[in-house]
């Protein structure tokens, strides 16, 4: 029987279940009862275990890291070099234009470059 989950117990019962029911077919019985229980441990995951906010920066350089690319490449995106550091130090928040130049120029989502503590 399928039920709301509500304390850790519940929760790793449910992840085992789902562990045994992966792979199931869609549309078939436990198919449905893969997908209501994955539903169920994102909503008690969401409340239990919040994704922290997104670092900007962090974003930046991991991106960077994985195009093989250096801070004159970033130039294009953020202004001179001076803006640059001052960007990957943190001592300056990223602009609407640079999130945009960023999204468009290097495929960062937006939402892992604008800071979720500095939007009021």
Known sequence: M???IRDEKTYNQ???RIEK???AEIGTPDGD??????TLVEVYEEKHY????SDPVEAI???MDQKGLSRKDLET?????SR???VLNRKRSLSMKQIVNLHRGMGIPYESLIDASQVS
């Open 84 to 86: 640059v550091s001052d």
């Open 21 to 23: 029911l992966w792979g």
């Open 50 to 53: 919040p994704m922290p906010p």
């Open 33 to 38: 009862e893969l997908d209501v229980l994955l």
């Open 77 to 81: 995106f953020l202004g001179p070099k």
């Open 14 to 16: 449910t992840l085992k």
């Open 61 to 63: 350089l991991f991106c």
């Open 2 to 4: 399928i039920k709301p």
